[in-house]
């Protein structure tokens, strides 16, 4: 079974910078067969995606939100997913999730869109201060 686990969320000011990563287990086959995204989910807000990074080749997908500020990076040797985020805003609070799924480019890009994967972690923290 799959087992993802966040960490590196904490509290800092607006402008400032995080990186979360994901600690992937379980898995019977490298995590290059799987798509990895992030996802986040304010108080009071429906759950959205961030980025995703695709199975096969290391082909990227950003949300506006994430675009320019954040850069999601899959490191197959350790079975780890990162999160790099810069220019953090307030509107950047949340609870954030790593996920998973084995599918195809195609198929968990459309589940991205869905908010949805297969695989999930428990979530870290993010809170970012006026």
């Known amino acids: 079974q799959v087992q993802l686990v966040e960490s590196g969320g904490g509290s800092v000011q607006a402008g400032g910078s995080l990186r979360l990563s994901c600690q992937a287990s379980?898995?019977?086959?490298?995590?290059?067969?799987?798509?990895m995204a992030w996802f986040r989910q304010a108080p009071g807000k429906e759950r959205e995606g961030v980025a995703i990074?695709?199975?096969?080749?290391?082909?990227?997908f950003y949300t506006a939100p994430a675009q320019f500020r954040f850069t999601i990076s899959r490191h197959n040797a350790n079975k780890t997913l990162s999160l790099q985020m810069t220019g953090l805003r307030p509107e950047d609070t949340g609870m954030y999730y790593c996920?998973?799924?084995?599918?195809?480019?195609?198929?968990?890009?459309?589940?991205?869109?869905?908010?949805?994967?297969?695989?999930w972690g428990q979530g870290t923290q993010v809170t970012v201060s006026s």
């Open positions: 379980g898995y019977s086959d490298s995590i290059s067969d799987y798509c």
């Open positions: 996920a998973a799924e084995r599918k195809s480019p195609y198929d968990c890009y459309a589940d991205f869109l869905r908010h949805e994967h297969d695989f």
């Open positions: 990074v695709y199975s096969g080749a290391d082909t990227v």
